[in-house]
Every structure is written in structure tokens, then in C-alpha cells.
């Protein structure tokens, strides 16, 4: 897998969130990854693409994808929200965008479930860079919300005391209901760092990628 940032460019195209037609943005990625990517048209949804050869579902409506194929490339795009990689010793692999709307919707779940279906056993998660709770001032209502599925575990406070949420943490409460116990976060928070791109700190259009395959 792979994580990008500032460096590697705009994985989305100046902000259009899930284009893969401008040359630019095809260059790009493939200086990451050479090999067709299926990627996704983010909704904020539980919807899980089961991907079956290389490229399969690019464009799909979906927050989710999973493959025990070799060569195929799954990606997600985002800005803030969450970046997980489900991996296990079956080579089964799925890539998971999660803001909190998805969170709520269960998308984790929806993808441990399609990973287990193609015969993973114990999954190990790894979350990449997404923005941190000292960043993330938070709406109580929606706060409610995410608690009242995940837990109170998922509340946080910003550097200046506001009701923030935690999205690692609402990532881990969701991973704890699949079952999947093996966590790996990077800890890398998108809004302090300047090494990535963030629509909540800075208003950036721009997109970074998590890419997961099996060769």
C-alpha cells in the first residue's frame, strides 16, 4: 500500500474528487502505481465494490473496495477523512474512505464484511493521514449522532477546547464492531501538517490517495 501527499501532487484533479480523465492527474498516478486503478466516486455511503480484474468499478458510486486478485489496485482519495487499508494473510485487500457520515453508515463494516466473504480470516487495518480531533471542532448534533452509533469514545476536544470529533478513534470503535482487533495508525493529523492536503484547515481542493494492491 502506499500512501501520497503534497509531494506526490493532486491525485483528484483541482479538486474534482474522483476524475481519472485528465492526463495530469493519469501521470500522477501512475508515478505511484502503474497499473489501472479502480477508484471511486465518493459518496459518503456503506456501498463496497468487490473487485474482480484490474480497473474493475472505476467510477462506482461507492466508499469502499475490496480483491483477492493480484494486479488489481484499489484507491481512495480524500482530504480529511480517513484512509483505511484492510490486509490479510489471504491476500484478500480493500481500501476504505471514511468520513463520518460513512462511519455512521457503517462502511467499515460493509467492507470487513466483503473482505470475509472472499475468504479473509484475521484482517489487520492500517489508517493514514486524516484530520485529528484537536483539529476537528464538531457540531453537537452531528457529535450525537456518531456517539450514539460508535460510542462516547469517538468525542474529543480542539486545541481551544471545542467539541471536536475523534475520527481515529470513531475508525477504531467501527473496527472494533467487525471484529477486526490490529490496528496500525500513521498519526499523522492532515490539517497540522503541511506535508498533506486539507479542505478543513486550508480549504485546499486539491486530493492525496491511499492505494492498496496485491501483486
Do not use: N
Amino acid at each position: 500500500m502506499r500512501f501520497t501527499g503534497r509531494a506526490e501532487g493532486d491525485m483528484g484533479h483541482a479538486g474534482a474528487y474522483v476524475t481519472d480523465v485528465a492526463p495530469d492527474v493519469e501521470a500522477r498516478r501512475r508515478a505511484v502505481k502503474d497499473a489501472p486503478w479502480t477508484w471511486l466516486r465518493q459518496v459518503h455511503g456503506d456501498t463496497v465494490v468487490t473487485v474482480a480484474a484490474p480497473g474493475e468499478g472505476a467510477g462506482a458510486r461507492a466508499d469502499a473496495s475490496v480483491t483477492d486478485r493480484p494486479g488489481c489496485v484499489l484507491a481512495v482519495l480524500t482530504a480529511d477523512c480517513a484512509p483505511v487499508a484492510l490486509v490479510s494473510r489471504e491476500g484478500v485487500v480493500g481500501a476504505v474512505h471514511a468520513g463520518w457520515r460513512g462511519l455512521t453508515a457503517g462502511v467499515i463494516e460493509r467492507a470487513v464484511d466483503s473482505a470475509r466473504a472472499l475468504g479473509a480470516t484475521e484482517l489487520r487495518a492500517v489508517l493514514g493521514p486524516c484530520i485529528r480531533p484537536e483539529c476537528y471542532e464538531f457540531g453537537e448534533a452531528d457529535l450525537e449522532t456518531v456517539a450514539a452509533r460508535l460510542g462516547e469514545g469517538v468525542r474529543g476536544m480542539t486545541s481551544d477546547g471545542s467539541p471536536a470529533l475523534d475520527v481515529p478513534a470513531a475508525v477504531g470503535a467501527a473496527l472494533e464492531r467487525a471484529d477486526v482487533t490490529e490496528l496500525d495508525d500513521l498519526g499523522v493529523c492532515t490539517a497540522c501538517s503541511d506535508q498533506y492536503f486539507s479542505w478543513r484547515a486550508r480549504a485546499e481542493p486539491a486530493r492525496q490517495t491511499m492505494v492498496v494492491w496485491r501483486d
